[in-house]
């Protein structure tokens, strides 16, 4: 059994990758697994525009790289391109975790197909954030109100609208970062959205966000395992849904 876990994180800028740093590797270390976040590489190295054909030769390096690494995925639902698996399907659906479920399948599917050689049924877990990585701030309305300075009943007003943070839309001047930049001038992606981040916390994400609570869950099953034992396949028919 091994009692830890090394995993390439792979993002698609540095909001995610300080994310992954500040905040969510600290929580997954103490449970002995260790993320190392990497931006995908593109021109400029920032977030959005992010191609399937691009994130392949990223994930096809570090699987290569060291056998004994797991890789996952950690990138915006807004923003990725029509390249990827499962785009045009999961844009035929109204509900968030139907397109989570199509499009994390497809992208497990793709890179198994790609490359069967590096075991990535127990190797690679994708996750595509619903609808973008700041969803997950509503987690706490009262922090977030206190962090930007507004009355909580704003926050409130943007909750009501949608079942779960996860599921607040992507449409260009509705998507979470923009709702949070109508908000208040104060917020900016990196670091306002960091220190809401840490504020919030781990849990209490896991809480309310149940895609998101489903895709740790998953990394934390990769502890434990046998070398040559597969975990759990990365998303299961009804992905993120609660037993």
Sequence with gaps: MSSYAEVVVLVEGQTEQRFIREVLAPYMAVQGIYLTPIV???????????RFSRAKNDIREHLWQR???????????????????GYVKSREQTNHT??????????????TQLFPSQ?????????????????????N????????????????QILREYPNPEAINDDFSTT????????????KKISTGIAIAQEVGISRMREVCSLFDTWLTELESLVGCEEDEAPPPPFPPFFGEKP
């Design 67 to 85: 056998p004994d690494t797991c890789i996952t995925l950690m990138v915006d639902y807004y923003g990725i391109k029509s390249d990827w698996p």
């Design 119 to 139: 075991r990535p049924t127990s190797r690679f877990i994708p996750y595509v954030s619903m609808h973008e990585i700041e969803a997950l701030y509503f987690s």
């Design 176 to 187: 979470p970062s923009r709702r949070l930049e109508s908000l208040s001038r104060r917020f």
């Design 98 to 111: 139907n397109k989570a479920k199509i499009i994390n399948q497809a992208t497990a599917m793709e890179v």
């Design 40 to 50: 995908l590489s593109k021109q400029g190295q920032k977030g959005g525009d992010v």
């Design 141 to 156: 309305p009262d922090c977030l109100a206190s962090h930007l300075g507004v009355e909580r009943e704003r926050i409130d």
